[in-house]
């Protein structure tokens, strides 16, 4: 199977390196290029790749919105993030709008072929050093002995921020009053979002009269 490759990236010479890399992989080809977010879009209509390599600094969007554009769109098509930023943040966003790897823009060439191969399979590689947040991640969000789950799989804590968020309150509002971060809420409501299937605070706040946890 030839992975076909969209590249993303609003350097025209990082394009040009990854060009003369990756063309030279007889399971690879380069079928399109793009310098925005728009244009990966409409590149990803145009060319059907198989792997979209996507930069997260985008001068329109930044790549973890067309990323998560890309796969609303075209689901079946896979993408690794190629980026220059490291930190947790980052890494959770473009895994949560659905990219398939991520890998530092100074790894080696190596690790850059190994997460394309394993993202057209279907698989996902992360990057050794940053594998660390999602297993730290892990640990910290594993249900503790004796915490129940309830409503739909939510989780007490997750319920408390469901509760929340349905009568309006901010992420800043519910840190306050759970005694939290604002970032640990964030992740509560993206796990409630995912859990529950639901795309928008209209639709949380529909669940909740519907569950009768909040009144209409």
């Known amino acids: 199977m030839t992975i076909r490759l969209l590249l ?19 399971d690879m080809e380069i079928v399109g290029e793009a310098a925005s977010a728009a244009e990966a879009l409409s590149e990803t209509e145009r060319v059907q790749p198989t792997v979209v390599l996507m930069d997260i600094g985008l001068p ?14 075209f689901p079946d098509v896979k993408i690794v993030a190629l980026t220059i930023h490291e930190d947790e943040e980052y890494f959770f966003q473009m895994l949560n709008a659905g990219a398939s790897g991520y890998v530092p823009k100074r790894a080696a060439p190596e690790e850059l072929i190994t997460a394309i191969k394993a993202a057209a399979i279907g698989e996902v ?32 804590r997750e319920h408390e921020v469901l509760t929340h968020l349905a009568e309006g309150a901010s992420n800043v509002e519910i840190a ?14 993206e796990n ?24 209409a």
């Open 125 to 156: 590689y992360l990057y050794p050093s940053l594998a660390k947040f999602l297993v730290r991640d892990f640990l910290s969000t594993e249900q503790p002995a004796g915490e129940k789950v309830n409503l739909d799989g939510l989780t007490e």
């Open 176 to 189: 306050s009053s759970l005694v939290i971060s604002p970032k640990t809420v964030e992740r509560h409501r």
């Open 8 to 26: 993303v990236d609003d350097h025209a010479v990082v394009r040009s390196g990854l060009k003369m890399l990756l063309s030279g992989q007889k």
């Open 60 to 73: 329109d969007q930044t790549g973890i919105e067309a990323t998560r554009a890309i796969k609303i769109k």
């Open 192 to 215: 409630i979002m995912r859990k529950l299937n639901l795309h928008s605070r209209s639709d949380l706040v529909r669940y909740a009269i519907r569950k009768g946890i909040i009144k």
